[in-house]
């Protein structure tokens, strides 16, 4: 598999209006604008960053994982993404390998995006969502 960069680094947060102060206000990031994926019960939010961006998560469900993540932890990174070049070779490299995978094959993501999470026991404790745009 080839990974090609850290697409984005997703931080869940109780309310995107406030979270958005912070990273656009303060920091100066561009808001890319809101888009909500049904399927994870999240709504993102995008700041591009040089060659990655940030990914703000409010969930749009009390039993969505982002809001089970808040519960459990608080606000903070929940999941780290890598960007690779072809999803599916990735998926099934990493599953013969033993990998516990969470998605066997790829769901579609904000920006249309091919994307699959490996179980955070997998990997040392991170939450990992590959994409393919
Ligand atoms: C829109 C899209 C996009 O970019 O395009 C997105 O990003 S959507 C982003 C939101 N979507 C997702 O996160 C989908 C994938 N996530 C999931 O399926 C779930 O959140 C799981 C990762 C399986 C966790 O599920 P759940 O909270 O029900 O399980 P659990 O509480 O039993 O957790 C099992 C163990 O994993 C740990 N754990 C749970 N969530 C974690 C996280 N985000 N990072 C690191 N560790 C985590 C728990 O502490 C626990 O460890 P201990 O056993 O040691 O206590
Ligand atoms: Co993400």
Redesign the pocket.
């Known amino acids: 598999m080839k990974i090609l960069k850290i697409d984005?680094l997703?931080i869940a947060v109780k309310s995107m209006d406030e979270g958005k102060n912070f990273w656009s206000d303060i920091l100066g990031l561009k808001f890319e604008g809101a888009e909500t994926?049904q399927e994870?019960?999240?709504t993102?939010g995008f700041f591009p960053v040089g060659e990655s961006e940030v990914?703000l998560?409010e969930s749009t469900s009390p039993d969505?994982?982002?809001a089970?993540?808040i519960e459990?932890?608080g606000e903070g990174i929940?999941?780290v993404?890598f960007r690779v070049e072809n999803i599916e070779e990735a998926l099934a490299e990493l599953k013969e390998r033993g990998v516990k995978l969470?998605d066997e094959t790829p769901r579609i993501?904000?920006?249309g995006?091919k994307?699959a999470?490996l179980?955070?026991?997998a990997t040392k404790?991170?939450?990992v969502?590959l994409?393919e745009r």
């Open positions: 984005h997703g994926v994870q019960k999240v993102t990914e998560l969505g994982p982002v089970k993540y459990k932890k929940q999941h993404a969470i993501g904000a920006g995006a994307i999470f179980h955070p026991k404790g991170v939450l969502e994409c």
